[in-house]
Nanobody, 113 residues
Framework: AQVQESGGGLVQPGGSLRLSCVGS????????MQWYRQAAGKGREFVAS????????TYVDSVKGRFTISRDNGKNTMYLQMNSLKPDDEAVYYC???????WGQGTQVTVSS
C-alpha cells in the first residue's frame, strides 16, 4: 500500500490551495483517511479525517470553517481544500492511512506575502 500527496506550494495569506492524496495498492474506499501537518520545529499535528464513504469528517479546531476534507473513491483520491490560509498553516502536509500506519512523503505548503 502507498499514499502520495501533491498540490502544495506558495500562497499568500488569505489564499487557497487544494491538496490531493492518491492511494494505491489497496482498496481505497474501505479505509478511513487522514491529513496531518508538521510545521518547522514542531510535532506532527492531526488536521482532518474522513470515513471510508465520506459521510463523516473531523477537523482540528484551528482549521474548522476554512478547510474541507473530501474523497473520490472512484479516483482513489482524498482532498484537502484549504481556504483563508494563514501563516500558521505553513507546514508539510501528510496523508495517512491510519490502518497499518501508512504515510506519504508530504507536500510543503508555504503561506507568505
Amino acid at each position: 500500500a502507498q499514499v502520495q500527496e501533491s498540490g502544495g506550494g506558495l500562497v499568500q495569506p488569505g489564499g487557497s490551495l487544494r491538496l490531493s492524496c492518491v492511494g494505491s495498492g489497496f482498496t481505497f474506499s474501505a479505509y478511513i483517511m487522514q491529513w496531518y501537518r508538521q510545521a518547522a520545529g514542531k510535532g506532527r499535528e492531526f488536521v482532518a479525517s474522513i470515513t471510508p464513504g465520506g459521510g463523516s469528517t473531523t477537523y482540528v479546531d484551528s482549521v474548522k470553517g476554512r478547510f474541507t476534507i473530501s474523497r473520490d473513491n472512484g479516483k482513489n483520491t482524498m482532498y484537502l481544500q484549504m481556504n483563508s490560509l494563514k501563516p500558521d498553516d505553513e507546514a508539510v502536509y501528510y496523508c495517512q492511512r491510519p490502518t497499518g500506519d501508512y504515510w506519504g512523503q508530504g507536500t510543503q505548503v508555504t503561506v507568505s506575502s
